[in-house]
Protein backbone atom coordinates (compact mmCIF):
# COMPACT_ATOMS: atom_id res chain seq x y z
CA UNK A 1 0.00 0.00 0.00
CA UNK A 2 2.99 2.50 0.87
CA UNK A 3 4.41 1.77 -1.80
CA UNK A 4 1.36 1.99 -4.55
CA UNK A 5 1.39 5.23 -2.70
CA UNK A 6 4.68 5.76 -2.80
CA UNK A 7 4.59 5.02 -6.68
CA UNK A 8 1.71 7.62 -7.57
CA UNK A 9 3.42 10.40 -6.03
CA UNK A 10 6.32 9.74 -7.81
CA UNK A 11 4.23 9.36 -11.22
CA UNK A 12 2.22 13.23 -10.06
CA UNK A 13 5.69 14.69 -9.51
CA UNK A 14 6.71 13.76 -12.82
CA UNK A 15 3.16 14.92 -14.31
CA UNK A 16 3.82 18.07 -12.18
CA UNK A 17 7.53 18.51 -13.48
CA UNK A 18 6.19 18.11 -17.61
CA UNK A 19 3.70 20.34 -17.28
CA UNK A 20 6.22 23.16 -15.27
CA UNK A 21 9.19 22.83 -17.59
CA UNK A 22 9.96 25.84 -19.39
CA UNK A 23 10.32 25.77 -23.22
CA UNK A 24 11.02 28.71 -25.06
CA UNK A 25 11.02 28.52 -28.99
CA UNK A 26 12.60 31.05 -30.77
CA UNK A 27 11.66 32.50 -34.23
CA UNK A 28 15.16 33.74 -35.74
CA UNK A 29 15.47 35.93 -38.94
CA UNK A 30 18.50 37.49 -40.53
CA UNK A 31 17.94 41.41 -41.13
CA UNK A 32 17.54 42.70 -37.49
CA UNK A 33 21.38 41.70 -36.63
CA UNK A 34 23.38 44.63 -35.37
CA UNK A 35 26.41 45.53 -38.50
CA UNK A 36 23.64 43.55 -40.65
CA UNK A 37 22.44 46.55 -42.78
CA UNK A 38 22.71 45.86 -46.49
CA UNK A 39 20.67 43.60 -48.78
CA UNK A 40 23.90 41.19 -49.45
CA UNK A 41 24.20 41.01 -46.26
CA UNK A 42 21.64 38.89 -45.31
CA UNK A 43 22.47 35.92 -48.07
CA UNK A 44 22.32 32.56 -45.86
CA UNK A 45 25.87 32.29 -47.23
CA UNK A 46 27.69 35.14 -45.98
CA UNK A 47 29.69 33.66 -43.01
CA UNK A 48 29.44 37.44 -41.38
CA UNK A 49 26.14 36.88 -40.81
CA UNK A 50 26.32 33.48 -39.85
CA UNK A 51 28.52 34.35 -37.10
CA UNK A 52 26.96 37.52 -36.56
CA UNK A 53 23.70 36.12 -36.41
CA UNK A 54 24.50 32.75 -34.60
CA UNK A 55 26.20 34.70 -31.45
CA UNK A 56 23.16 36.85 -30.78
CA UNK A 57 21.02 33.75 -31.02
CA UNK A 58 23.68 31.84 -28.27
CA UNK A 59 23.35 34.69 -26.52
CA UNK A 60 19.84 34.51 -26.15
CA UNK A 61 19.87 31.41 -25.03
CA UNK A 62 22.61 31.89 -22.22
CA UNK A 63 20.29 34.75 -21.30
CA UNK A 64 17.21 32.96 -21.20
CA UNK A 65 18.16 29.60 -19.66
CA UNK A 66 20.39 32.03 -16.90
CA UNK A 67 16.59 33.30 -16.47
CA UNK A 68 14.81 30.12 -15.57
CA UNK A 69 13.93 28.58 -18.97
CA UNK A 70 14.62 24.68 -18.82
CA UNK A 71 14.73 24.22 -22.74
CA UNK A 72 15.26 26.81 -25.46
CA UNK A 73 14.28 25.45 -29.65
CA UNK A 74 15.31 27.56 -31.91
CA UNK A 75 14.03 27.77 -35.52
CA UNK A 76 16.12 28.41 -38.19
CA UNK A 77 13.74 31.06 -40.05
CA UNK A 78 15.65 33.09 -42.24
CA UNK A 79 14.94 32.75 -46.28
CA UNK A 80 15.30 29.24 -46.59
CA UNK A 81 16.11 28.19 -43.32
CA UNK A 82 20.25 27.33 -44.13
CA UNK A 83 21.54 30.39 -42.07
CA UNK A 84 22.61 28.25 -38.90
CA UNK A 85 23.97 24.83 -37.93
CA UNK A 86 24.30 21.96 -35.20
CA UNK A 87 27.70 22.86 -35.02
CA UNK A 88 27.82 26.28 -33.60
CA UNK A 89 24.69 26.70 -32.10
CA UNK A 90 24.57 26.89 -28.56
CA UNK A 91 25.15 23.35 -26.74
CA UNK A 92 22.24 23.02 -24.54
CA UNK A 93 19.57 24.21 -27.59
CA UNK A 94 17.70 22.30 -29.85
CA UNK A 95 17.62 23.52 -33.99
CA UNK A 96 14.71 23.20 -36.18
CA UNK A 97 15.65 23.36 -39.60
CA UNK A 98 13.44 23.55 -42.07
CA UNK A 99 10.17 24.89 -43.42
CA UNK A 100 7.20 24.68 -40.84
CA UNK A 101 3.91 25.72 -42.16
CA UNK A 102 1.17 27.59 -41.19
CA UNK A 103 1.35 26.81 -37.23
CA UNK A 104 4.58 26.91 -37.03
CA UNK A 105 5.31 23.78 -34.27
CA UNK A 106 3.17 25.99 -31.99
CA UNK A 107 0.38 23.64 -31.75
CA UNK A 108 2.94 21.96 -29.45
CA UNK A 109 2.28 24.50 -26.68
CA UNK A 110 5.66 25.93 -25.81
CA UNK A 111 6.07 28.16 -22.38
CA UNK A 112 6.75 31.38 -24.88
CA UNK A 113 8.39 32.43 -27.80
CA UNK A 114 10.84 34.64 -28.86
CA UNK A 115 12.29 36.75 -31.64
CA UNK A 116 15.69 37.36 -32.63
CA UNK A 117 16.57 39.35 -35.37
CA UNK A 118 13.58 40.58 -36.27
CA UNK A 119 12.89 43.62 -39.09
CA UNK A 120 9.94 46.08 -38.91
CA UNK A 121 7.12 45.29 -41.55
CA UNK A 122 6.78 46.63 -44.79
CA UNK A 123 6.79 50.63 -45.15
CA UNK A 124 7.97 51.21 -42.04
CA UNK A 125 9.90 54.47 -42.05
CA UNK A 126 13.67 53.80 -40.52
CA UNK A 127 12.81 50.14 -40.41
CA UNK A 128 16.37 48.39 -41.79
CA UNK A 129 15.27 46.09 -45.19
CA UNK A 130 11.42 46.57 -43.75
CA UNK A 131 9.17 43.69 -45.38
CA UNK A 132 6.31 41.80 -44.61
CA UNK A 133 7.33 37.95 -45.45
CA UNK A 134 8.50 38.95 -49.29
CA UNK A 135 10.39 42.00 -50.28
CA UNK A 136 10.04 41.47 -53.78
CA UNK A 137 6.61 39.97 -53.73
CA UNK A 138 4.17 41.66 -51.32
CA UNK A 139 3.18 45.32 -50.73
CA UNK A 140 1.42 45.43 -47.75
CA UNK A 141 -0.58 43.12 -45.26
CA UNK A 142 -3.35 44.04 -43.76
CA UNK A 143 -5.26 42.35 -41.07
CA UNK A 144 -8.49 44.02 -39.70
CA UNK A 145 -7.56 47.04 -42.22
CA UNK A 146 -4.32 47.34 -39.98
CA UNK A 147 -0.94 46.86 -42.14
CA UNK A 148 0.77 43.91 -40.28
CA UNK A 149 4.29 42.14 -40.44
CA UNK A 150 5.99 38.72 -39.59
CA UNK A 151 5.94 40.42 -35.44
CA UNK A 152 2.01 41.05 -35.19
CA UNK A 153 0.95 37.89 -37.52
CA UNK A 154 3.39 35.52 -35.74
CA UNK A 155 2.56 36.87 -32.05
CA UNK A 156 -1.16 36.46 -32.97
CA UNK A 157 -0.75 32.94 -34.31
CA UNK A 158 1.27 32.42 -31.09
CA UNK A 159 -1.86 33.98 -28.97
CA UNK A 160 -4.29 31.56 -30.50
CA UNK A 161 -2.24 28.71 -29.39
CA UNK A 162 -2.48 30.50 -25.80
CA UNK A 163 1.88 31.07 -26.31
CA UNK A 164 2.90 34.58 -24.78
CA UNK A 165 5.53 36.19 -26.62
CA UNK A 166 8.14 37.86 -23.86
CA UNK A 167 10.75 38.61 -26.12
CA UNK A 168 12.42 40.01 -29.64
CA UNK A 169 15.69 41.50 -30.42
CA UNK A 170 16.33 43.80 -34.16
CA UNK A 171 16.27 47.00 -34.67
CA UNK A 172 14.67 49.93 -33.17
CA UNK A 173 11.27 49.86 -35.35
CA UNK A 174 11.03 46.03 -35.35
CA UNK A 175 11.16 46.61 -31.14
CA UNK A 176 8.48 49.22 -31.53
CA UNK A 177 6.02 46.82 -32.87
CA UNK A 178 6.33 44.48 -30.41
CA UNK A 179 6.55 46.78 -27.69
CA UNK A 180 2.72 48.31 -29.47
CA UNK A 181 1.70 44.73 -29.32
CA UNK A 182 2.51 43.25 -25.50
CA UNK A 183 4.34 46.20 -24.04
CA UNK A 184 5.39 43.65 -20.89
CA UNK A 185 7.48 41.81 -23.67
CA UNK A 186 11.65 42.51 -23.37
CA UNK A 187 13.28 44.04 -26.25
CA UNK A 188 17.12 44.01 -27.08
CA UNK A 189 17.39 46.85 -30.05
CA UNK A 190 21.00 46.44 -31.73
CA UNK A 191 20.65 49.00 -34.49
CA UNK A 192 18.79 52.46 -35.47
CA UNK A 193 17.61 52.39 -38.82
CA UNK A 194 18.67 55.55 -40.58
CA UNK A 195 16.98 54.75 -43.74
CA UNK A 196 16.31 51.40 -45.36
CA UNK A 197 19.63 50.34 -45.90
CA UNK A 198 21.52 52.93 -43.34
CA UNK A 199 22.23 52.18 -39.65
CA UNK A 200 23.56 52.89 -37.23
CA UNK A 201 24.87 49.72 -35.05
CA UNK A 202 25.77 48.66 -31.95
CA UNK A 203 29.24 46.41 -31.71
CA UNK A 204 28.71 42.67 -31.98
CA UNK A 205 30.09 42.30 -28.43
CA UNK A 206 27.74 45.01 -27.11
CA UNK A 207 24.43 43.64 -28.93
CA UNK A 208 25.14 40.35 -27.94
CA UNK A 209 25.55 41.41 -24.28
CA UNK A 210 22.36 43.04 -24.68
CA UNK A 211 20.36 40.67 -25.95
CA UNK A 212 21.84 38.14 -22.98
CA UNK A 213 20.16 40.31 -20.54
CA UNK A 214 16.96 40.87 -22.40
CA UNK A 215 16.58 37.41 -22.76
CA UNK A 216 17.59 36.60 -18.83
CA UNK A 217 14.56 39.18 -18.04
CA UNK A 218 12.60 37.97 -20.24
CA UNK A 219 12.70 34.45 -19.16
CA UNK A 220 11.59 35.86 -15.77
CA UNK A 221 8.46 36.56 -17.24
CA UNK A 222 7.25 32.87 -18.23
CA UNK A 223 3.61 32.56 -16.90
CA UNK A 224 3.45 36.71 -16.21
CA UNK A 225 2.88 37.62 -19.52
CA UNK A 226 -0.53 37.05 -21.06
CA UNK A 227 -0.72 35.51 -24.67
CA UNK A 228 -2.47 38.06 -27.25
CA UNK A 229 -5.18 37.15 -28.36
CA UNK A 230 -7.64 39.03 -31.02
CA UNK A 231 -11.31 38.47 -30.69
CA UNK A 232 -13.82 37.86 -33.72
CA UNK A 233 -13.89 37.36 -37.18
CA UNK A 234 -10.70 38.40 -38.65
CA UNK A 235 -9.98 39.31 -43.00
CA UNK A 236 -6.08 39.08 -44.14
CA UNK A 237 -5.64 41.33 -47.19
CA UNK A 238 -2.74 40.59 -49.24
CA UNK A 239 -1.24 43.38 -51.32
CA UNK A 240 1.19 41.98 -53.80
CA UNK A 241 3.85 44.02 -55.55
CA UNK A 242 3.50 45.49 -59.37
CA UNK A 243 5.25 42.84 -60.87
CA UNK A 244 3.50 39.97 -58.53
CA UNK A 245 -0.36 41.35 -59.79
CA UNK A 246 -2.84 38.40 -58.95
CA UNK A 247 -2.76 35.52 -61.61
CA UNK A 248 -6.14 35.68 -64.00
CA UNK A 249 -7.70 32.66 -62.14
CA UNK A 250 -6.97 34.23 -58.17
CA UNK A 251 -10.34 33.38 -56.99
CA UNK A 252 -11.20 30.19 -57.73
CA UNK A 253 -7.76 28.89 -57.40
CA UNK A 254 -6.83 30.40 -54.19
CA UNK A 255 -10.06 31.09 -52.62
CA UNK A 256 -10.11 34.78 -51.53
CA UNK A 257 -12.54 37.84 -52.85
CA UNK A 258 -10.29 39.69 -55.43
CA UNK A 259 -10.28 43.44 -54.57
CA UNK A 260 -8.18 45.24 -57.51
CA UNK A 261 -5.49 43.34 -59.39
CA UNK A 262 -3.04 43.46 -56.56
CA UNK A 263 -5.17 42.78 -53.88
CA UNK A 264 -6.43 39.79 -52.54
CA UNK A 265 -8.85 39.46 -49.05
CA UNK A 266 -9.35 36.32 -47.02
CA UNK A 267 -12.38 35.93 -44.28
CA UNK A 268 -12.31 33.28 -41.47
CA UNK A 269 -13.98 33.26 -38.31
CA UNK A 270 -11.07 33.70 -35.91
CA UNK A 271 -7.15 34.11 -36.57
CA UNK A 272 -6.23 30.72 -37.34
CA UNK A 273 -9.27 30.34 -39.97
CA UNK A 274 -8.53 33.19 -41.83
CA UNK A 275 -4.35 32.35 -41.18
CA UNK A 276 -5.08 29.28 -42.93
CA UNK A 277 -6.54 30.36 -46.13
CA UNK A 278 -4.03 33.37 -46.73
CA UNK A 279 -1.59 32.62 -49.59
CA UNK A 280 1.08 34.35 -49.57
CA UNK A 281 3.37 33.08 -52.30
ZN1 LIG B 1 11.54 38.18 -42.01
Keep these: MAKTALLLLVCLLGALQAQTKKTVFLITDGEGVAGICRQEQVE ?66 FSAIGFIAQHSKAGVRSGIMAHSYSSLGIQNIRL ?3 PVGETETRTMLAGWFNTPVILLTGDVKAAEEMKALVPEAETAAVKEGLARYVCLSMSAAAAQESIREAARRAAAKIGK ?29 LGGEVLDDRTIRYAGKDFLDAWTKARMW
Design 144 to 146: NGK
Design 44 to 109: TTNPELRALLTAEINAAVDGLLAGGADEVIVWDGHANSSTLSAQTIHPKAKLVIGGLGRTMLLERG
Design 225 to 253: IQPYKISGPVTIEIEYTTRNSLRIDAAAA
